[in-house]
């Protein structure tokens, strides 16, 4: 594979530590009704799906609670929670080294909450597309966000890759048919492992 002509990120465990902000938006949910917060395997739910999915998991046990639950959380100020999101350090110097020659988008399973945390952060500039899960009919880890961007810069699977963290994200990119760099998660199946942004300048694809 040549250099790469789009790069797509991946919001939470890529872009943000968002688990922290995870933890606090879906127990703040969880206790609001009297109910335990979430555990282990919750959390990890709710730190790859979108908001809605997230949700009906921590409530399927009180399903006459659901409809309140998705009323309540669509009260909450995200605002809130961004003391608890921290940007990875090097991801806007990253951002500044390929941006010249790259294409960038992201695909999140965000939803509402997208637009806040990139104009907080500064971060809507370095981007030229950002699907999230309100943007499309079939969220990740269905390819349509990819295809679409894909379109828009026409463009082939093969010219872009996908940076990402989790199965979620493998799918999503190996549905179609993307290169996935795989961010601090040496579990996943990628053609290149990472644990910062500025280790992906040193892969072979962006090699001259």
């Not at 990890?44 to 809605?52: E, I, L, N, P, S």
Request: aromatic letters at 10%; glycine letters at 4%.
């Amino acid at each position: 594979m040549s250099e790469p002509k789009l790069v797509i990120f991946d919001c939470d465990g890529v872009m943000f530590d968002s688990r922290n902000a995870n933890l606090e938006f879906y127990n703040r949910v969880c206790r609001h009704f009297g109910h335990p917060d979430m555990d282990e395997e919750e959390l990890d739910y709710v730190h790859m799906h979108h908001v809605v999915d997230s949700v009906n998991h921590i409530m399927r046990h009180w399903p006459e609670e659901l409809e309140a639950a998705h009323r309540y959380r669509q009260g909450l100020d995200y605002r809130d929670f961004l003391p608890f999101m921290t940007m990875e350090p090097d991801l806007i110097p990253f951002l500044e080294v390929i941006l010249p020659n790259c294409r960038t988008a992201i695909s999140t399973n965000r939803t509402t909450t997208m637009a806040t945390l990139l104009d907080t952060f500064g971060l809507r500039k370095y981007f030229g597309l950002v699907f999230t899960a309100m943007d499309v009919e079939n969220p990740k880890p269905h390819p349509e966000a990819i295809h679409r961007i894909l379109t828009h810069y026409n463009l082939t699977a093969g010219e872009g890759v996908f940076i990402g963290d989790s199965v979620v994200d493998q799918e999503h990119a190996a549905r179609a048919g993307m290169a996935l760099i795989a961010f601090r998660n040496p579990k996943l199946t990628a053609e290149y492992h990472v644990n910062r942004f500025m280790e992906i300048l040193s892969l072979p694809i962006f090699q001259k």
